[in-house]
Structure formats: C-alpha cells, structure tokens
C-alpha cells in the first residue's frame, strides 16, 4: 500500500499513476515538438511551390499536394496530434493542456533558423503573453469529465446546447467565408485562423467520438460501426480536418510563421475550451476565482493578438531601447550642460 501512495501523482485532487504520469508528460512535451516543426516544415514546402511558379494556396491553388515536404509536414502534426490525444490519457488536462504552448515556441525558433523569419521585441512579447493568456484560460476553464462508452457522448451529442454551438460554427463560418476572406484575408491574419481554428473546436469533438467508439469495437463491448452515428461523425471528421488544413495552409502561404503559430495557437484553445464546456456543462460548476480567471486570460489573450498584428512590422530590437534611452539621456545631459554654462556665462556678464 505504501508503494503504491509512493508511486501516485496527486494533481488537481485526482490521483495519477507515477509512471503514466511521465508518460503523459513525455507525450505532451512530443506533441508541441512535432506540431511546432510542421509549422515551418509546410512554410518551407509552401515557399518551394511560389518560388517555382505554381498556383500559391493562398491563390486557391493545390499544388502543394504533389509535394512530398508538405506531406511531410502533414504526417508530422498528425502524429503531433495523436500524441496530444494520447497524453490525455496519462496525465491530467491541467498539464497537458498548458504544454501545447510550447509549439509556439518550437515554430518561433525554427522559423528564425529556416525560414529567416524574425520576430521583433513587440512581437517577442506579444508570444509570451499569448502563452501566459492561454495557460491562464486552461488552468482556469472547466475540466472535461471522462466518458466511458459511446452512448454517453452521442447522448451529450445531440444535446440542443451542443447542436446550437455547431450551428452558430457553420453560420460564422459562412459569414467569414463570404464577407470577410474577399476582402480582409490576404490582409488580417485572424480571418483564415479564425475559420481553422472555429473548424478545427468541431474536429477535436468528433475525433473525440470516433475514438472512442473505435475503442469499444476494438474491446468487443459493442460494435459501433454498425451505428450510422459512427460513420456521420467520421466523415465530419475528414471533411472538417480537410477545411482546417486548407485554410491554415492559406494563412502560412500569406503570413509568417512566427506569427501565425502563436494566433492559431491561442484561437484554437480558446474555442476548443468553449466547445468542451457547452458539451460537458463544467461551466455550471465553475467558482468566481475560475471566471475570473478565465476573464483575465482573455484580456491577455487579446492584447497579445493586438500587439502581434499592430507591430509586426516594426522594426525594434531590445537594443534599440537602450539606444533610445542612451540617446534621451545625451540630450538631457547636452541640454543640462548647455544650460549650466548658459547661467554661468550670464553670471560673469553680471
């Protein structure tokens, strides 16, 4: 009995296994690597594809399906995100949640080596805080409660709640599509992260769904593949991950990726949150420290977004603010001494 008290992680009041603790934050530390670099792996390919006359994707065109680096971006944020998936089953939302970060990061640093994309001071702090914002909305949102059989999902599924949220989704989607891409979305980056991202909250759930029923045929519980629900969900999933992939190649074709990592990054969590808490209905149970917790991670979440996209193109360095200061206080000691000697001069005249 000791030994197994010895060998336990008590996180957020629930007890985790000390292994599958480690095998969960091996997993979410993986995933952030993996997703990071497809990032700059599919900027690369992108790049390739302009650089030799093709259709670029933010022009419509679908070139980069002949490209085999782009694939390979493709198969690295899917195993990216398999490892995300898995993580959740090891170790608590709460760590693996917060550790997604990390991809901004990863993306930032191998964009300035690869792509010679350089962030400037602005736009340094601008990822922090977009980071900091993000765990301050994870640590403080509802968590997800753990579903046992597939039943219990399709029954949340065609809860109104839930169907309204992915109405409003397709609405805002289309309005986006229609309105704001002609004209704003070779302009704004938030325009083709806010479609990925709004997609990408209905492809988390539906993947969720049909894992989970592939789980229990696999177990021989039930054989799910004969419930027409498991194949709607499935052919939600591709046609929502084709739509998602679509528009974020749109985006990197257009956008550094320095940029456009951390805004999806932050989008993405925001909206993925939103779609767990009307699904579950956590929200129902969460404290006043929680809103207002969630409240200040999307202030932050906000100013971060604004300083990306209001500065990312000036050209600043942390240098450049000792110089300005250096420069204000040579001028304050010219004018100091020029007044100094001025009086001086007026003493002697006296």
């Known amino acids: 009995m000791d030994y197994i008290k010895a060998a336990t992680v008590t996180v957020n009041g629930k007890d985790y296994d000390h292994v599958s603790f480690i095998i969960g934050l091996t997993l979410a530390v993986s995933s952030s690597l993996f997703i990071g670099s497809s990032f700059v792996i599919k900027k690369v390919a992108l790049k390739k594809i302009s650089a030799s006359g093709n259709i670029r994707a933010s022009a419509g065109g679908f070139a980069y399906l002949k490209q085999w680096l782009w694939w390979l971006g493709f198969l690295t944020m899917g195993v990216g995100e398999a490892a995300n998936l898995l ?3 090891f170790a608590p939302a709460a760590l693996v949640t917060p550790l997604g970060a990390l991809s901004v990061l990863v993306s ?3 964009a300035s080596k690869f792509l010679k994309e350089h962030l400037n001071f602005i736009g340094k702090i601008g990822c922090f805080l977009c980071i900091v914002g993000s765990v301050l909305i994870v640590i403080h949102s509802p968590k997800s409660e753990e579903l046992k059989t597939f039943k219990e999902l399709h029954d949340k599924l ?3 709640l839930f169907l309204t949220y992915v109405a409003t989704i397709f609405f805002m ?13 070779n302009q704004n980056i938030a325009v083709y992260l806010l479609l990925c991202s709004a997609i990408g909250s209905l492809t988390v759930v539906f993947c969720k769904a049909v894992a989970l029923g592939i789980k229990e045929t696999i177990a021989g519980t039930v054989n799910n593949l004969l419930n027409y629900l498991f194949w709607l969900l499935l052919i939600a999933s ?5 739509i998602q ?6 985006s990197l074709d257009i956008f550094n990726t320095s940029v456009v990592s951390p805004v999806y990054y932050v989008m993405f969590t925001v909206l993925v949150i939103i779609a767990s808490g009307i699904l579950f209905r956590e929200w129902e149970h969460m404290e006043v420290v929680d809103i207002l917790g969630c409240i200040c991670g999307f202030l932050v979440v906000m100013t971060a977004i604004f300083m990306l996209n209001a500065f990312k193109d000036v050209q600043m360095t942390f240098r450049d603010l000792n110089l300005n200061a250096r420069r ?3 001028a304050l000691d010219v004018e100091s001494d020029s007044n100094f000697l001025s009086s001086l001069h007026n003493n002697r005249q006296a």
């Not at 289309?174 to 979305?185: D, E, S, T």
């Open 245 to 250: 992939m679509n528009y974020l190649n749109k």
């Open 173 to 185: 989607c289309l309005i986006i599509k229609v309105v704001f891409v002609p004209r704003y979305g």
């Open 238 to 242: 591709i046609v929502c991950i084709m």
């Open 87 to 89: 993580a959740y089953a």
């Open 158 to 160: 065609m809860d109104y």
């Open 108 to 110: 930032a640093v191998l």
């Open 328 to 330: 204000r206080r040579s």
